[in-house]
């Protein structure tokens, strides 16, 4: 029974953490017209803040060798260059199709964990993958012309970098790196590569701007801290197929406060990646 009890706190964990990550997106969108290095910058500032209480509330972090600086390099490079293209993608795409393009990052990852982590990947699985990217391609319509393709195309590469960002935080989990040190390095990472830019570059905003993305560095940390729980309470196999349900969260949260309406096309991208999310979903548990 307690596995059980376990398993449906994993649940609504996952589906607490996808509501989260929905609502920054949002806040991102309401921040209005600031460049989206900007906006990564106060994201991911709140998140550093939080995590730097964790840390000095925990057990100090062990001594890392050389090549966990290396993964955590490239987890807080590939982690920031996929918060960039998913915020230019926020605010020039409907919230639902820059979500779906960003939820390819699972489907990378298997990609990434082959060339990287030198993983086997079953044949089906690479099938998955690209189905999905069949998927994306109906949520982007390349026709190669339109102010919605570079978007599309950054939102679609945000995903990879995203993937690419999480198969380094599994291989630092295999190092027994904690969560929280990789959070505030990623975060502290993302604040120090971008500020050159807002030294030179940053626009001014109102107070109400500011509220916008402090509320989206809440809401990120919110979804941060509930997607690393939910791991705690039951494994991946089990309850990652629930992140999905942002697109329901995004859908909604753009139709009501932006009048959005995805077209059938992006409908269509988002029925073939959720079905290929959930075939994933039932392999690793079969596997399992």
Same mark, same amino acid.
């Given at each position: 029974?307690?596995?059980?009890? !376990? ?36 994201? /991911?500032?709140v998140a550093a803040l939080f995590a730097a209480i964790l ?30 293209? /998913? ?14 393009? /960003?939820?390819?990052?699972? #489907? ?16 089906? !699985?690479?099938?998955l993958v690209l189905g999905a990217f069949v998927g994306a ?43 929280? #040190? ?10 120090l590569s971008v500020l050159p830019y807002l030294l030179f ?88």
């Amino acid at each position: 029974m307690s596995t059980v009890s !376990k398993k449906n706190k994993g649940i609504l964990l996952m589906i607490c953490s996808a509501f989260c990550f929905a609502l920054m997106s949002a806040f991102v969108r309401l921040s209005g017209d600031l460049p989206s290095i900007q906006k990564s910058f106060f994201r /991911n500032l709140v998140a550093a803040l939080f995590a730097a209480i964790l840390l000095l509330r925990g057990e100090k972090p062990k001594k890392l060798d050389k090549s966990a600086w290396s993964f955590l390099f490239l987890r807080s490079f590939f982690g920031t260059v996929g918060i960039l293209c /998913n915020f230019y993608a926020v605010d020039h795409l409907l919230l639902a199709d820059a979500s779906i393009l /960003n939820k390819m990052s699972p #489907f990378f990852a298997i990609l990434c964990s082959f060339f990287l982590l030198k993983e086997k990947v079953p044949f089906k !699985k690479i099938l998955l993958v690209l189905g999905a990217f069949v998927g994306a391609l109906f949520v982007i319509k390349p026709s190669f012309a339109g102010k919605d393709m570079l978007p599309a195309f950054l939102g679609l590469f945000g995903g990879f970098a995203a993937g690419l960002a999480y198969t380094c935080v599994r291989k630092l989990g295999t190092m027994g790196i904690k969560g929280p #040190f990789i959070v505030f390095f990623f975060s502290a990472f993302s604040c120090l590569s971008v500020l050159p830019y807002l030294l030179f570059h940053f626009v001014p905003m109102t107070g109400k701007q500011l509220l916008f993305l402090l509320l989206a560095g809440l809401a990120a940390s919110g979804g941060q801290f509930s997607i690393t729980g939910a791991y705690i309470y039951a494994p991946a196999r089990d309850i990652s197929v629930y992140d999905y349900s942002q697109i329901l969260f995004s859908s909604a949260l753009g139709f009501f406060l932006f009048g959005q309406i995805p077209d059938g096309w992006s409908f269509l991208g988002y029925g073939i990646i959720l079905f290929m999310a959930v075939l994933m979903f039932l392999m690793n548990r079969k596997e399992k």
